[in-house]
């Protein structure tokens, strides 16, 4: 059964409207062809797995916010990268696991890998989404209602507060415009990273000061990489971040690292 409390309902909610936006509206360059094979193949497959493992069948909440945000997010002329995507999102979720929880968040895993496979003829498309004061206002309404609801606000605060003061940095040292880092800072992609990507309840800190750090490292090392003129910037950050954070873990587990005394730092 449906709760209607779910946090994922109103997810669902207004990703399918950015998405409908971006299609009828700001010409996104994603047919829907495109979408509806992403949406299918997440589908299918999350409730494939789970049945195969549980023996009952679900609606696949999850994995329609993971097709959605693949949808929003990645940039490609076939549909390829957009099915390899979704197969990787879906399948690290299951198998790439420690603790009871996936490492990655889903999407942006099946980003990451599709990038760094077809660097040149796949991207994450920046500038589609424009500058549209009303539209950004409607993503950072929507993205602050669904960060409420998962408890993630120390998240995206150190995320945009660090991205920013990284920008402000590469502005004073490497003589970038203000012009440039305005247009990095006011992306409506980055509205949708911060808000529905790096703010997974599975692969974020519960702690405060462990969401604190962890959305200030992503977006230092994102801001790194942006400079470095690294292809996918963000959505590597997050990936190599959500990596070492479960190393750092594991190693700490096994005693190969020397015990935490704080662990709230990656917990």
């Not at 997010?73 to 390829?80: E, F, G, K, Y």
């Not at 509205?191 to 997974?200: A, E, G, H, Y």
């Not at 801001?223 to 070492?244: D, G, K, P, T, Y």
Request: glycine fraction near 6%.
């Amino acid at each position: 059964m449906i709760k209607i409390r779910d946090p994922r309902i109103a997810q669902i909610l207004v990703l399918t409207g950015f998405t409908v936006l971006g299609l009828v509206y700001l010409q996104f360059r994603v047919t829907l062809i495109q979408v509806i094979v992403t949406l299918v193949v997440c589908m299918l497959l999350e409730v494939g797995i789970i049945y195969a493992k549980e023996a009952k069948l679900i609606f696949p909440k999850s994995s329609i916010i993971t097709a959605l945000s693949i949808a929003l997010l990645l940039r490609a002329d076939t549909v390829t990268p957009f099915l390899m995507a979704s197969i990787i999102a879906i399948g690290s979720k299951h198998w790439i696991r420690y603790d009871g929880n996936h490492i990655f968040n889903p999407s942006n895993i099946g980003i990451v890998v599709v990038a760094l496979l077809y660097p040149i003829t796949v991207a994450t498309a920046p500038l589609q989404w424009g500058f549209i004061w009303a539209l950004l206002f409607v993503i950072i309404t929507a993205g602050i209602y669904m960060v409420y609801k998962v408890s993630r606000f120390p998240v995206i605060a150190s995320f945009l507060s660090a991205f920013l003061l990284g920008g402000l940095v590469r502005m004073l040292i490497w003589d970038k415009t203000f012009q440039a880092i305005f247009n990095e800072f006011m992306w409506g992609g980055l509205l949708i990273f911060t808000f529905f990507m790096i703010t997974d309840p599975k692969t974020s800190p519960n702690s405060k000061k462990g969401q604190i750090f962890f959305g200030s490292v992503v977006a230092i090392l994102g801001q790194v990489m942006i400079q470095l003129e690294v292809h996918s910037a963000l959505f590597i950050s997050l990936a190599v971040v959500c990596l070492v954070r479960v190393l750092w873990r594991i190693g700490e587990s096994t005693k190969l690292l020397p015990k935490n005394r704080n662990r709230s730092v990656v917990t």
